[in-house]
C-alpha cells in the first residue's frame, strides 16, 4: 500500500536510508543520518509541499520516495528531483516503480515540468527502472563521487512532465 508518509515512519525511513549510505553508492554520503536530521528534513518537505510517500507491507515501511528541489535559482522551479529507496530485504518487487509511478502522478498534477534522476552509473537495475517508466538520460558527470575507495560517476534521466498551463517568471 502506498501512503503519505508521517513522523511515525521516519525510523523505518531513517533504517532504509542509513542501509544506502553504509552498503551502497546510491547516496554519495559516509556518514549515517539520525533520527533528528531525518526529522528536519521531514519536516522541510512538508513546509516546502513536496510529498513523502511510503510503501507499506503487512504494517511495515519497506519503501520510501520524495521530490524537491532541483536548484535553488528560480528559473529552475518547474522541475524537481525525486529520490526513490526500498529496504534491502524487499527489493525486486516493482515497489520502486510504483512508488515513482506515483510521484509522477504527483508532479504533474503540481505542474512540474521535468523530473529528474541523479544516479550511479554503476546502478543497473535503477536505470532500468527509469528506462522503463520513461525517463531519458540525459547525462553523466564523470567523477561526480568517491566512495568506497573509488570514484563513482553521477547519470542523470529526465522525465518530461505536462508541465504548468501558464509558466511565467515570478
Keep these: 500500500m502506498i501512503r503519505n508518509g508521517t ?23 559516509y556518514k549515517p543520518h ?15 509541499g513536496f510529498p513523502l510517500l511510503v510503501f507499506e507491507e503487512n504494517n511495515f515501511v519497506v519503501g520510501f520516495a520524495t521530490f524537491g528541489f532541483f536548484r535553488a535559482w528560480p528559473a529552475y522551479k518547474y522541475t524537481v528531483e525525486h529520490s526513490v529507496y526500498v529496504h534491502k530485504d524487499h527489493r525486486g518487487k516493482h515497489i520502486g516503480s510504483l512508488l515513482l509511478q506515483e510521484l509522477i502522478k504527483i508532479a504533474n498534477n ?19 527502472l527509469h528506462e ?10 564523470k567523477k561526480a563521487g568517491y566512495k568506497f575507495g573509488k570514484w563513482l560517476d553521477l547519470v542523470f534521466y ?11 517568471e515570478e
Excluded at 503540481?110 to 550511479?120: N, S
Design 110 to 128: 503540481q505542474g512540474y515540468a521535468t523530473m529528474v534522476a541523479g544516479i550511479d552509473a554503476n546502478n543497473e537495475g535503477s536505470k532500468l
Design 7 to 29: 513522523h511515525d515512519d521516519l525510523m523505518a525511513i531513517l533504517d532504509i536510508y542509513n542501509d544506502a549510505i553504509i552498503n551502497t553508492t546510491a547516496v554519495y554520503s
Design 158 to 168: 529526465q522525465y518530461q512532465l505536462q508541465g504548468p498551463k501558464h509558466p511565467c
Design 132 to 141: 522503463k517508466l520513461g525517463f531519458n538520460k540525459s547525462g553523466i558527470i
Design 34 to 48: 539520525t533520527l533528528k536530521e531525518r526529522s528536519m528534513w521531514y519536516e522541510q518537505k512538508i513546509t516546502d
